[in-house]
Each structure stands twice: as C-alpha cells, then as structure tokens.
C-alpha cells in the first residue's frame, strides 16, 4: 500500500517553505493537522492534488483570485533583484518498499505573476536501490498507475462534500469510478477501434461497389439517428434522475414542515374574509347607531304622538276640524253685519247660522290643516316605536352573528400564525417547495419523452439491422468484395465478444463494489440493526436499504452519509488494487455532535490498514474527537501564521 | 338676528349647543354628524332626550341658528308639535300650536336640554353608551309601548325591517 511519508512545499500558497512529515509511529497510521480557518489546511489538499495532477480542485473564492506564488516570498525576490519564484511541491512516498517522490515545479514570474512551463518528475527508487526517473508523460502515467485522477475524489477528499457523495447527479462519477478501476477503459478503446475499423472496410467496399456504397451511406445516416437519440436518452435519463434526487432531497427536507404553502394560502383567504367582515361590521354598526338615534325619537314622543293623535281623531269624527274657512273672516261677517261673497245685509237667521258655523270651529283652519298634515308622520312614528322590540332582534342578531364570525377567524388565524411560525426559514421552505413541484413536472415531462426516444431509437435500430443484412447480402454477391466482407464479419464478431466481456467486467466489479461496501458500511456504522445492505443500479446509483426494505439513502443523517462515502471508497481501494491513503479535509464538518465521536471511532479503526491524513479546524477537533484521536495518532500538526504572512508550525 | 316680535323663522340654539354640535362633528359621535344625520334629525334627537330633562332656558344665542323654516322636514315639525299639543292647556282650541313663536321657543327650550346631556354622552366610551342607550330604550318600550295599546294590528303587521332582512 501507498503512503506519504513527508510533503515538501516550497512558496505554495500560505507557505513560504514547510515539510510535513508522516511517520508511522504505533499500529494506527493516523495524522491530524490543526489549524484555523484561513491557515492553509485545504490548500496542503490543493498541493497534494497540484502536485499529483496538477489541478487545485478545492480553491476557495479568496484564492482563485490570488497567484500561486507566496506573496512573502514574492516581496523576498523583488527585494533580491529576482525575476522568478519557484513554487514547489514535493512528495516522498513509499509502497512495499519502493521510495517513490513526485516532485511538480513552476517558475512564476514576479512581474506580472506570468506562469513559466511547469516541470513534473517523478523518482522511484526499488528496493535494489534502482533509481529510475519519470518526466511529464511518462510521470502522469505512472501516477495514474497508482492514484488513477478520474478517481482521485476518492484518495483526497473534502470532508464538507462527504455527505453528498451520494446526492445530486453522483452516479455518473461512480460510473466512471467503476470502469476506471475495472480497467475496463482498454476494452473500450479496443471496441472503438474496432468500430472504426468496421466503418473504413466498409467504406473500401462502397468503393469497389457502388451498390454497396449507397448502402453504406444510408447506415452512416441511420447511425447518426441512433447515435442522437441515444445521446438524448442518457440525457433524460440524467435528468430524470437529478429530478428524482431533487424530489427525495427537497422531501426530506420538508418533512413536517411540508404545508406551509397550504397555511400561508388558507391565511390570506382568512385575511380577506375577515376584512370583508370588518367592512359589514362598520356598517351594522351604523345602522345600529341609526336605529337608536331613530327609535330614541320613536320612543320618546311615543306618548304624545299617541296622545296627540287621538286628538285629531276625536276632532274629525265631531267634525271639530273645519275645512279651510278663515275664522277671522266669519267674525268680521258678524261685526259688520255684511256677507263678504254676496255684499248682502245680514239678517237675524243667517248672523245665526254664522254664529253656529263660528262656535264649531273651534280650532281655527290654520291649525286644523297642520294637524291633518302631521297626523299622518305621528302615525309612523308610532308604528315604529311598537316594531322596537322586533326590529332590535333583528339588528342585534346580525351584529351578533358578525361578531361571533370575526371572533371565530381570529381564533384560527391566530392559530395559523403560530404555525405558521414555527417555520424558522419560510424562505427556504417556499424554495424547496417550488424546486420540488418543478422537478416533479420535469419527472412526468422527461419520463414521457423518453419514452418517445426510445420508440425511435428502437425503429432506427431495426432500421439498421435491416440495412446491414441487406449490405451483407450485396456484399456476399460481390467477389470483388468478399474479402473486405470477411474481415468486416470477423470484425464485428470481435466487437460483440469484446462488448459482452466489457459488460461482464463492469458488473463483476459492480457486484464486487456493493458486496465490499456493504461489509464495511455494515463493520463501521454504528446503528447496527437498521440497515440492511447497499445497492448499485443499473445506472450505478448508489442506495442504502432500510431493514424494512425502503430505500433510505435519501433520509439518513448527514453522519451516515459520510459513512457511506468512506466504506464505498474503502471498497473502491480494495477492489481497484489502488490501495493508496486516504486525505481528508475536515472529515467532520457536516458531522453532528455524537456522530463525531462515531466518525471518529471509525477513522481510527481504518487507519490500522490504512494511511488517513485529516485536516481540522479546532473547533471540528473538539475535546470529543481529540479523546478519540489523541491516544493514537502518529504525528499531530499545529498551524499558526507568522505575523500573518505565511503558515508555520506552531 | 331675530327680533323676539317677528314671527320666527328658524330654530335657534345656544352658543354652547352649537360648540357642541361642532364637537360631534368631529367626532362624529352615535353617527349624529352632518354627513350621517340632517339637521333637523339632530335636533329631533336632541328634543327626544330634552324629553326626559327639564328645559332650559336660551342664554347667548347662536347668531345663523340651527335650521331654517323651510329645511325643518315634516318628522321633525310633527314631532315639535306633538309636543306642544301634549303639553297644551287647552286641549280644545290649541291655541298654543297657531302661536309659532311659543312653539319655537318651547321645543328650543327642550333642545337646549337635550344637547347638554349629549355633550355628557361623548364624554364617555362611545360603545359604552351604545348599550347603555339601547337599555334605556328597552325601559322606554316597556313603560311607554308595551303597556299601551296599540294603533295597529300586531299580529298581522309586517315590519318593513324585517321583509328587508327575510327573516
């Protein structure tokens, strides 16, 4: 097995000039380094992979604006008269024996921060003390041959992405993963080859025969169909599964908080009816303040409306209310002893009948027509005054009945409210929601599309096949042919076996992977009666089965996944033969409380058969996690910063 | 102003009642403002509760008055005179109700009153006398009403109120 035995860095980054030594100095191969945030732990990651690869996959945004160059030691060459710094990063391993140092180089010049051409070495040593060395090329092969980079993930890896190994669109990666480690990748070249060794034999022969040429032609046409609706079909079928991802992901993350939507919506059509009723109290209310000032009037004159309406009526039935005949003017007639329509003297019989017209009008005309013209508006106000009692009913009732309704919404806005607040990131709910219905269109969508896809995909297959026959068959005609056609026959026979072998391959190594990372999950996990096994798909997505049979990967915590992560890789090692360290970045950022000190226990049983390098923060190497680790590791770093120019030990 | 020998021709309040109908104006106290209540009503409102009050005399007369002749409406007239009948001596002739300065002065008299006790109203929760005054008015109908006769058939009268409530 591989192992880093020291890391040299020369003007990296936060590093001016450090080595970082890793011997092995009891039965756990165990090596934490320490430091604050901004001291330079992901980037001894950086290096390594820069080193290895030279790529610095886990920049974070302060740095990739920032030159590789150390800025200390940047000021120290213009201070010198230099023109050039050297970033370096060297790294001293061995494997059963073998001292091997990959070394990676790069001028930088200090002007314009310019990148000169890189230089990548590599020595190996054996245990004859035979020294060989690798460059460029020939050093990429070699370190391909021990740490493959399509599956470096899974030798350095940052600890905050642990968990989500197995979320999201992973499985692609795990794909890639599989056949890099089954050494599959030269089958496939072989197929290829053969594929294009077929298309040119045919080609020749279209040469030689027209016929045969067209042909040729229509199955180039007909390929390319097949090929683009493939290529559309591995799309959707990566769609539907980040679809699939999204909706088990956002489900989880909704559970029990799932209805906030259907609150928020029952809470404004709440709102809106109460405001409605809010609007028809303040108009009951004015009725009702209309109906006392009213009934105030009613019940108030009451009595002398009554009273006074007797009156009139008394008055009419002894006709003590005359027409309209002016009193003065009769009284004058009786003075003056002279009728005013006829101008005639009057006699003792009509000053009589004067006389007797004047005694009955005892009310003059005047007042007899305001009390006929009143009568009537007393009546009214009698009558309203009787219809108190029943009209109050009716008002009070509504009023009531209003009331109640507005007390009964406020009740259950109120409680509406309240759970609504118990949502502590509404925001962040309203998201998942909608990515989650979105997703779940997108899911229907692309199932039924590629559905179609394939239904074309197939009849182009048929298409094909019976444009092949049909080539055989002319071909077979031709002498001119036959040879070309026997080569193309014998060809693609050797592409089927090659196909068959390819498959068989894969899913050995797939078999082997879940059988693997179902025992080491099963040996590390510390639930111990929960899970039952792991499964890789066809499509090499990765699940975790529940005792009671429902997958479950969606839904267990954050701690398990990175548990998850670790016995897939530990497999992958196993099964690959790349039996190499394992570097991680802080191991237990997503990594919960008593889950640490089980992530934990668990690094520190690997690390018995295998190099573990970990980086922390101290808050991440709590007491918890240091009981664990302290007894065993051996070697622990401290990183400080020298007046906050570059990173030290401490 | 009007000169006390010339026939009146409107209903005239005092300086205080008028600072306190311009205080219900504003707070539009029981709805009693301008723009929920005409004027004549208010005053109408004003005699119903000087009913139960003993009448005061107009000190510092209010120059505009309240209404004018022509705007009393025929509620408001045949309330006035229902009052003055009421309380004539001659129930006979009713000279009193021909005599329009008397009548005048008399429901003026009665307001005057009743705007006093108003002005007492809105120094409380308005709420408050809401069901306050509906008390009252319960007392009102039993006393007055209920054991009364009636002018109207009750067992087959409609109230309008309610047809308009379908009840």
Request: glycine share 2%; net charge negative.
């Amino acid at each position: 097995m591989m192992r880093f035995n020291s890391i040299e860095i020369l003007n990296y980054r936060q590093y001016k000039k450090l080595k970082f030594d890793f011997p092995k100095n009891n039965e756990y191969d165990l090596h934490v380094i320490v430091g604050q945030n901004g001291m330079g732990k992901t980037n001894i990651l950086n290096a390594v992979t820069w080193c290895l690869y030279g790529v610095e996959p886990h920049l974070g945004d302060g740095s990739r604006s920032l030159p590789k160059m150390n800025l200390e030691s940047k000021k120290e060459a213009i201070d010198n008269d230099l023109d050039t710094v050297n970033v370096e990063v060297k790294i001293f391993t061995e494997d059963s024996g073998q001292l091997i140092s990959f070394q990676r180089k790069l001028p930088i010049g200090v002007d314009k921060d310019f990148e000169y051409k890189e230089e990548f070495l590599v020595t190996a040593t054996d245990i004859a003390n035979n020294t060989k060395t690798y460059e460029n090329d020939e050093a990429i092969e070699f370190v391909n041959r021990y740490m493959p980079e399509k599956i470096r993930e899974y030798f350095y890896f940052d600890g905050e992405q642990l968990h989500n190994y197995f979320l999201s669109d992973q499985n692609a990666k795990i794909k890639d993963s599989v056949h890099t480690i089954s050494q599959v990748d030269m089958l496939t070249r072989i197929k290829e080859r053969m594929g294009k060794l077929i298309i040119k034999k045919q080609k020749e022969a279209g040469k030689l025969a027209p016929d045969v040429d067209k042909i040729n032609k229509e199955i180039s046409i007909v390929k390319s169909k097949v090929e683009r609706f493939e290529t559309n079909i591995n799309e959707l079928k990566k769609q539907i599964l980040k679809s699939e991802n999204i909706i088990i992901e956002n489900t989880e993350h909704l559970r029990g908080q799932d209805n906030l939507p259907e609150l928020e919506e029952r809470y404004q059509v709440l709102k809106l009816k109460l405001e409605n009723l809010e609007k028809d109290r303040g108009t009951l209310i004015k009725e009702l303040k209309a109906f006392i000032r009213d009934n105030k009037i009613a019940l108030s004159f009451y009595s002398s409306a009554k009273e006074t309406i007797r009156i009139i009526q008394e008055k009419e039935s002894d006709n003590s209310l005359p027409p309209n005949i002016d009193k003065g003017l009769l009284k004058k007639v009786l003075k003056e002893h002279k009728c005013f329509l006829c101008g005639r003297e009057l006699n003792l019989d009509s000053e009589k009948k004067v006389k007797k017209i004047l005694d009955q009008i005892m009310v003059s005309s005047q007042t007899s027509h305001l009390l006929l013209s009143i009568k009537s508006e007393l009546e009214r106000i009698v009558i309203e005054a009787e219809l108190y009692l029943k009209n109050k009913d009716i008002i009070l009732k509504r009023v009531r009945k209003n009331e109640h309704e507005i007390q009964e919404i406020e009740i259950e806005l109120q409680k509406i409210d309240n759970e609504i607040n118990r949502f502590t990131d509404k925001k962040q709910i309203k998201l998942w929601h909608t990515e989650r219905n979105e997703h779940t269109k997108l899911f229907k969508f692309n199932n039924q599309r590629i559905g179609s896809e394939k239904k074309q995909a197939e009849d182009a297959y048929v298409e094909l096949s019976s444009l092949e026959r049909k080539l055989e068959e002319s071909m077979a005609k031709l002498n001119e042919c036959k040879k070309v056609n026997e080569m193309i026959l014998f060809s693609k026979k050797s592409k089927n076996v090659i196909e068959s072998v390819e498959v068989e391959m894969m899913d050995e190594v797939k078999i082997n992977m879940e059988e693997l990372t179902s025992n080491y999950f099963d040996k590390l996990v510390w639930k111990k009666n929960t899970y039952k096994n792991i499964k890789l798909d066809e499509n090499y997505h990765l699940d975790l089965i529940h005792v009671d049979g429902y997958s479950c990967v969606g839904s267990c915590s954050a701690a398990e996944r990175s548990l998850l992560a670790l016995s897939f890789t530990l497999a992958l090692h196993e099964v690959s033969g790349f039996n190499s360290l394992l570097f991680i970045d802080t191991p237990v950022a997503r990594v919960s409380d008593l889950n640490r000190i089980n992530f934990a226990d668990v690094l520190k049983e690997v690390s018995k058969n295998k190099q573990i390098i970990m980086t922390f923060s101290p808050d991440e190497y709590s007491h918890e996690v240091k009981k664990i680790f302290e007894p065993s590791v051996s070697t622990k770093i401290q990183l400080v910063t020298e007046q906050e120019k570059f990173t030290v030990f401490n | 102003m009007n000169d006390k020998h010339k026939t009146p021709d409107r209903i005239n309040i005092s300086k205080k009642s008028k600072n306190i109908i311009n205080k219900i104006e504003e707070e539009k106290f029981l709805n009693l403002d301008s723009t929920n209540t005409s004027r004549s009503l208010l005053f109408s409102f004003a005699m119903a509760i000087g009913l139960e009050t003993i009448p005061t005399k107009l000190e510092n007369v209010h120059s505009g008055g309240l209404i004018l002749d022509a705007s009393i409406d025929s509620k408001t007239k045949s309330l006035m005179y229902s009052y003055i009948i009421s309380e004539s001596k001659n129930k006979v002739t009713l000279d009193d109700v021909s005599d329009k300065e008397y009548v005048y002065k008399s429901v003026q008299e009665l307001a005057n009153t009743g705007f006093q006790v108003i002005e007492d109203y809105m120094n409380k929760n308005e709420n408050d006398v809401i069901w306050k005054m509906l008390k009252e008015l319960d007392v009102q109908y039993y006393e007055n009403v209920e054991n009364g006769s009636s002018i109207y058939d009750k067992e087959n009268f409609e109230s309008p109120i309610a047809a308009e409530n379908n009840e």
